[in-house]
């Protein structure tokens, strides 16, 4: 089991419903990441933008991408983990991929479909939670809105990191902000956030503030620029406060209905 986990967070602009320039440009970037790392976290539809218009997309395009990750998850002997247009079965799913470096994927379907662009009416929504066993750290990841509901993340199953990949605007920053923090100390444990920077075709701006917050909420990593943020993860922080304070323990008990 290993006792740190290393991560470094992505956070940049996108070509706006351009899958191929994405991926050359998260190339290109990953090329520069620092050696010995575990884990790599991309935005959410990190090859398209927010796009509420799959059918622009090729729909080879999500297996194309799925390839990549996996190859440059091997290549950098790291896991890759973002979300992007799936085209399957005539359904659109806003799909998180979870690349791991010997080539097996895990995957997660955006649970709360954001409404108010109406992604509910475009993408199909997920109804399972994920939670992966990497390196010794169960993480649980999730996109986007999911990150305003607290029942969905609440942690039931003794998860020790916590993800949200994001296209957060600038205008709601604040509760990204608020709601990040919030996640880590009611779950007791690490919560990173990754948001893109930049303005889409849409002309909605976005002002980054990807970060990671410890146990107790503590800020680790913040950006408000286009750079990549590194920050490394410690066992021994999760279970020195779990058991000292033992918050978790004292968690209501419920079960979701679908």
């Known amino acids: 089991m290993s006792e740190k986990l290393k991560v470094a967070l992505v956070q940049t602009a996108l070509h706006w419903e351009n899958p191929e320039a ?3 440009m998260f190339s290109h970037k990953i090329e520069t990441i620092q050696d010995d790392l575990d884990l790599i976290v991309l935005p959410e539809m990190f090859t398209s ?3 509420m218009s799959p ?3 090729d729909p080879t395009e999500g297996t194309k991408t799925i390839s990549w990750m996996q190859d440059l998850a091997k290549k950098s002997s790291a896991a890759i983990v973002g979300s992007v247009v799936i085209q399957e079965n005539n359904q659109n799913y806003n ?5 791991h ?4 994927v895990d995957k997660y379907d955006k649970k709360h479909t954001f409404t108010l662009a109406g992604e509910d009416k475009v993408y199909t929504a997920g109804t399972e939670r994920l939670v992966i066993d990497f390196k010794g750290f169960r993480i649980c990841p999730l996109i986007c809105y999911d990150l305003r509901f607290p029942v969905w993340a609440r942690n039931t199953e003794a998860y020790d990191v916590l993800i949200y990949v994001a296209n957060w605007p600038k205008p709601r920053i604040g509760a990204w902000d608020a709601l990040l923090k919030a996640r880590a100390i009611e779950n007791m444990s690490y919560c990173i956030g990754v948001n ?4 889409d075709d849409l002309a909605y701006e976005y002002s980054g503030h990807s970060g990671v917050y410890d146990v107790l909420g503590n800020t680790l990593a913040f950006s408000e620029k ?3 943020l590194y920050v490394e993860l410690e066992r021994e922080h999760i279970t020195t406060y779990r058991n000292k304070l033992k918050f978790l323990e004292d968690r209501d008990d419920f079960s979701l209905k679908q």
């Open 22 to 24: 994405n991926r050359t």
């Open 49 to 51: 933008g927010f796009t």
């Open 55 to 57: 059918q622009n997309i």
């Open 95 to 99: 799909r998180l991929i979870f690349a």
């Open 101 to 104: 470096p010997d080539g097996h």
């Open 196 to 199: 893109r920077i930049g303005v």
């Open 226 to 228: 286009e750079e990549i």
